[in-house]
Structure formats: C-alpha cells, structure tokens
C-alpha cells in the first residue's frame, strides 16, 4: 500500500512538473523589412521551435534561417546567401531569456497579459541584449505568447546592397507567435 501511495505521488509531482514546461515546434516568426522602395522583403517561418516554463518565465526560440519563406524566390536566394544571412554558416537565429514580470501572468485563468521579455537574440553569429514588450493571451487551457520588435541589421552585421539602396529596412520589425 505504501509502494503505491509513494508511486502515485511520485507520478502526480512528476507530471506537474512536467506541466509547468510548454513547447512547440510550430512558433510562427513573421520579418518585415519592406521599404517605400520595395514591398517584397516579407518572410514567414512557420517552423520555429519554442520552449516556456509557466514557474520561472524562462522562454527560448530557435529559428532554421533557411525556412523563411519569402513570395519571391530570388529574395529568398538573396536572404541566404553570404553578405545577408549566409545560412549555411549561421544556419539558426535563438533567443534565450524570460519573461520579466511572469508573476503577472494567471495561467490557470483566461485573459490578456502585457509581458517585458528580456534575454539575448543571435542572429548571424552575433548574440546582442535585448528587450520587447509582447502579451500571454491565456483561453481554455491553451497558451499563446506574442511579441514584435525591430532589430537593426548593423548590430548583426548584415549590411547587403539592398539596405544600402533603401529597397531593405535597415530595422526590419519581427513579430512572434508561439501557441503551447
């Protein structure tokens, strides 16, 4: 009887831990560079892999850089190719960090949560600091954080001819979805 007792706590302390770690591998990234000069500079990655911990508000990303997807191939090329992504050498952009007021967050009750995110973004082998605003929206059990920010592309090194000809926003907005 005890062995049972101390297998079913152990399984229902186990199980709630479990339960405070959500992921997802279909987090959706959205980048916008698009200018005056040229409405094209839009990609969609609908593969992004994502982690939160409900407990600490520790969140993670990890983007393929190859699986954005831009509605003009030559773009796409562009974007992949050395002087701009070069995603065979720098084939993943992360972000590690947390949620800073998590506490905020009732994720046992439905609702809009404002959240400030805070943690580090590699992109192009360059790691930089970083801070965003964004919301947990919690409905029926389910999670959805959302955020958007701008990046200057010089932070990361980034500078191909198109920014220079204003045909490429030098601060592209990046938006965030990831459903847990």
Do not use: C
């Not at 997802?24 to 609908?46: G, H, M, Q, V, Y």
């Not at 969140?59 to 030559?74: D, L, V, W």
């Amino acid at each position: 009887m005890k062995k049972g007792l101390l297998s079913l706590a152990l399984v229902l302390t186990t199980g709630l831990l479990f339960a405070q770690k959500k992921t997802t591998t279909s987090a959706i990234i959205n980048f916008d560079a698009t200018t005056a000069i040229d409405a094209l500079p839009k990609a969609e990655n609908k593969t992004v892999i994502s982690s939160l911990d409900t407990k600490t508000g520790k969140m993670a990303f990890e983007a393929s850089i190859k699986n954005f997807s831009f509605t003009n191939p030559r773009i796409q090329e562009h974007f992949n190719n050395k002087g701009w992504m070069d995603s065979d050498q720098f084939p993943t952009a992360t972000f590690v960090g947390a949620i800073g007021n998590i506490g905020a967050v009732k994720f046992s009750k439905d609702g809009t949560y404002p959240v400030n995110v805070m943690g580090n973004l590699s992109i192009h082998g360059i790691t930089k600091s970083i801070e965003a605003k964004g919301s947990i929206v919690v409905k029926g059990g389910a999670i959805t954080a959302n955020s958007e920010f701008s990046v200057k592309l010089e932070d990361y090194g980034i500078d191909g001819g198109a920014v220079g000809a204003g045909k490429v926003s030098k601060e592209p907005t990046i938006s965030v979805i990831a459903v847990y």
